[in-house]
């Protein structure tokens, strides 16, 4: 018997560090590990030890003998990477840990994301470290909260490691609280010894075309956050009227939009879905989301998990025609002489089964086009059509246009080409790369500047928009990494002030804190209107509502 890994999988690599066999690859200590898909169980080398299973947050990893019907392809996938790939290499290494003063060492982190707690989870293991955590919202987890489909519940279960660490006796949440506005930057600077910036990517990537701010080209970052319940989303309105949408970008985030859009509105309402989005969703029109590609199906961008999960779709055809699945030269020949990357060989299989599936009529459509790239929205007051013009391989994997051109109707065109970080207040900024500045996670003054005593980046706005849970996992622990490192080496400043002030001060200003029993009191109130409902969850969009269940619906100090 062996283990396989699914869908869910977070690339967390926790099942990595448990395997005696290092049959799980990519290893954190891989070059892979930062744009693999997904993790991969070697059949030959499984021992069906279990003790994966155990590990996994997210409940992604199945015996093979208890493979859910839906998981079946995955057996499959976890093979097909060992074709190129060994387990020779990639054995998890844990160096010794510097050895560190007695001293009390104040860290402040600012975002609630992923990359934030993983940071978190290494330094309260240190008993003289406090790790004092901020947020804008009453609400903490980023992206997992906001971001994750509603439909991918699995992958949420990496909330209960998050929940393992804000239980820690030196954590504190500071949520609810806008650091630059409720606290400055030098403020934390005098009270913590370490500042780590954790935030992520807010806003979209623009295509700079014709038409792109007329009504109806939304950006991907409202659509996601406003059906998964983001208070600043919660009450824009989008236009389903049309039946057909049309979907730029084909990474994983335009998958779930495009999956969002067509399935069955019964089977979300069973999900952590926000109610105004089912409710619209109910009342949509859309039949058919068709998902553009700017290069070919061996460039697409989702991952080979989310791909093949669109077969389980009830009453959706994949419609992929085999004109779409044109490769590239170098491709085709690698693929011919089965020497093509197993990852890629992998989503080029599972397109042409998609193409060779019949369609039903009646049935709901997420149509891909690749080699396709829009040059133009339609329409005066609001969005009509998506011009496109066809794309052509001209080597080494580069595209140019050709004068091939296509016009979709649609009233509802989503950009799902990527996010974009945006400048943090009082620290320097690297506008090229769209960054801040940093070496080893230390902040720069500049690009290729010096380091700047005591402040941290991770995540996103350390890396750019790239990669997920398990990336920021990796983030976050070099983050801390260096963070500690410091400390051993004597070169972070102690503070001047005392941190024991930051609740009044913050209230001071107009903050309404929220610390671990406000987000408690959120979490049970949502918790206990989905069980009501069958549901996981029922989210509170408003953040007054928030407020007043979390208890704090009037700061502390004056205003």
């Known amino acids: 018997m062996t283990h396989i890994i699914t ?12 395997c005696p066999v290092n049959c799980i690859h990519p290893t954190r200590d891989e070059p892979e590990f930062l744009t693999a898909e997904m993790l991969y169980i070697d059949p030959e080398t499984c021992i069906d030890c279990g003790a994966c299973v155990d590990e996994c947050p997210v409940s992604a990893i199945y015996p093979d003998d208890q493979l859910p019907a839906q998981e079946e392809p995955f057996l499959q ?21 510097p050895q560190l003063p007695s001293d009390e060492l104040r860290v402040a982190i600012v975002g609630a994301g992923p990359a934030a707690f993983y940071a978190a989870q290494e330094l309260v293991k240190k008993a003289q470290i406090t790790v004092d955590m901020f947020d804008r919202l009453p609400t903490p987890y980023g992206l997992v909260r906001a971001g994750v489909a509603p439909d991918h519940a699995q992958t949420k279960g990496v909330e209960d490691s998050f929940a393992a660490v804000e239980r820690k006796r030196n954590f504190t949440y500071h949520l609810g609280v806008e650091v630059g506005t409720h606290i400055t930057h030098d403020e934390l600077r005098e009270r913590y010894g370490a500042v780590l ?14 038409g792109e701010d007329l009504p109806g080209s939304v950006a991907a970052t409202d659509f996601v956050a406003w059906y998964n319940g ?6 824009h309105e989008f236009d389903l009227s049309g039946e057909r949408a049309v979907v730029i970008g084909n990474g994983n985030v335009a998958i779930d939009v ?10 979300l309402a069973g999900t952590d879905i926000a109610d105004h989005a089912l409710a619209a969703l109910r ?27 669109l077969a389980d779709l009830e009453g959706v055809d994949i419609v992929i025609d085999d004109a779409e699945l044109t490769l590239s030269d170098e491709a085709a020949e690698a693929l011919a002489a089965d020497t093509l990357d197993s990852v890629i060989a992998t989503k080029v299989r599972l397109a042409r089964e998609f193409a060779a599936t019949p369609q039903t009529d009646g049935n709901r459509r ?19 059509a998506v011009t496109l013009v066809r794309n052509r391989y001209i080597g080494d994997g580069r595209i140019e246009q050709t004068d091939q051109k296509t016009e979709l109707t649609t009233g509802f065109a989503v950009r799902s080409i990527g996010y974009r970080c945006e400048p943090i207040k009082d620290l320097p900024f690297d506008d090229r790369r769209s960054v801040v500045p940093n070496a080893d996670s230390r902040v720069l003054d500049g690009p290729d500047g010096e380091p700047l005593t005591g402040v941290f980046v991770a995540g996103w706005i350390k890396r750019g928009p790239t990669g997920g849970i398990g990336r920021n ?6 983050a801390a990494a260096s963070i500690l490192a410091d400390f051993a080496g004597g070169a972070l400043v102690a503070p001047t002030a005392d941190r024991s002030d930051v609740p009044d001060l913050v209230a001071s200003r107009g903050a309404h804190r929220v610390d671990l029993a406000g987000w408690k009191r959120i979490d049970a109130a949502e918790r206990e209107a989905g069980s009501a409902a069958g549901r996981r969850r029922v989210k509170l969009v408003s953040i007054d509502e928030m407020k007043n269940i979390a208890g704090v619906a009037e700061p502390v100090g004056e205003a």
């Open 7 to 18: 869908r869910a999988c977070c690339n967390d690599a926790s099942c990595v560090d448990v």
């Open 473 to 478: 996992r990796l983030c976050g622990e070099q």
């Open 366 to 384: 997420i149509v891909f086009k690749f080699l396709s790239s829009p040059v133009e929205f339609g329409g005066t007051e609001a969005v009509n």
């Open 77 to 97: 996938i976890n093979a097909d990477y060992y074709k190129d790939h060994d387990v020779e290499g990639g054995l998890v290494r844990h160096p010794k840990p």
């Open 258 to 267: 495009a999956r969002i859009l067509v399935t069955d509105p019964e089977e």
């Open 197 to 210: 910036y954790a935030v992520g990517a807010p806003h979209d990537r623009r295509l700079d075309i014709r």
């Open 283 to 309: 009342a949509s029109q859309v039949r058919e989301v068709v998902v553009v590609g700017r290069r070919g199906i061996e460039h697409g961008a989702f991952t080979n998990g989310e791909f093949v999960s």
């Open 230 to 235: 983001h208070p600043d989303y919660a009450h």
